[in-house]
């Protein structure tokens, strides 16, 4: 699994995530995102877990992982990317809510893919856009953030925090070239829920050509976004790498090349 962890569309450095195996309450892993607010984890096939998006000053997200699935199809490796949003703590906002999962993943037997479970999402939906509605309207209010000062947010240090190599080289810091997957194009703007995506929450708009075109995922390197291509190609059988520089699409060639 990869995820990024965001505040209001920037990304949070030194966040952590945190997983539990079934129900137990051990620890099983923690993770510290890096510069880009990225982490990465494995979790063995056929668990449950309970997965904590954290960072000190800001509220708890909680995302499950339902690894079970027919033993037939347990050899290999899936990839799953996932982003979160926190927000901060602010004095008299109610997040008993998100005592439960924001979202579940599990494995869809159809598909033999991991994806979020849909029904659960549209079901707490509402619940969560009320609660930022509550949220930005405190922070009009002036209300301040309130810290609940905890040994660990004391001394800020991790000495068991997992530090995942492999995150820091798939997500430089300053990257001069972007590959991304291109899933479809329209000539008429698609909204972020349309069927057309697919139930993907996190794809991405540019305009070229006089047509809207949509992607998915940044990545560092084109074999990265191939592997990509090739999980989705069957859900997208159009899907393609493209590449950006400063946040301009520039030619696939040329972004080799660099």
């Known amino acids: 699994m990869k995820g990024k962890v965001m505040f209001e569309k920037k990304t949070l450095d030194k966040s952590f995530v945190r997983v539990y195996a079934e129900n137990s309450s051990a620890l099983l892993q923690k993770i510290e995102s890096d510069a880009s ?25 909680i995302i499950t992982v339902d690894a079970a699935m027919p033993k037939s199809l347990e ?23 998100l005592k439960e999962p924001v979202a579940k993943i599990f494995f ?5 893919k991991f ?13 969560v856009k009320k609660l930022y509605s509550n949220y930005q309207l405190l922070k009009k209010q002036g209300k301040v953030q309130v810290f609940e000062k905890t040994e660990e947010t004391k001394t800020e240090v991790f000495p068991d925090t997992v530090k995942n190599a492999d995150v820091k080289a798939d997500t430089p810091k300053k990257p001069s ?46 074999r990265e976004a191939e592997k990509m291509k090739e999980d989705i190609l069957g859900f997208f059988p159009t899907a393609r ?14 972004a080799t090349q660099k």
Do not use: C, H, M, R
């Open 37 to 61: 607010g990225w982490v990465a984890f494995q979790l063995p096939l056929q668990k449950f877990y309970t997965v904590k998006i954290s960072k000190y000053g800001y509220v708890t997200k």
């Open 75 to 97: 050899k290999g490796d899936y990839y799953f990317e996932f982003s979160v949003d926190l927000f901060e703590e602010i004095e008299g906002l109610d997040v008993s809510l």
């Open 108 to 112: 869809n037997t159809f598909t033999k």
């Open 115 to 127: 994806d979020y479970d849909y029904n659960y999402t549209a079901k707490i939906n509402n619940d």
């Open 177 to 222: 070239v972007i590959f991304s997957v291109e899933v479809l194009s329209s000539s008429e703007q698609i909204p972020k829920n349309s069927s057309l995506l697919k139930g993907i929450v996190n794809a991405k708009e540019y305009f070229e050509d006089e047509l809207y075109k949509y992607y998915i995922g940044e990545y560092a390197t084109s």
């Open 241 to 254: 790498i493209i590449a950006f520089k400063e946040g301009k699409k520039i030619p696939l060639e040329e």
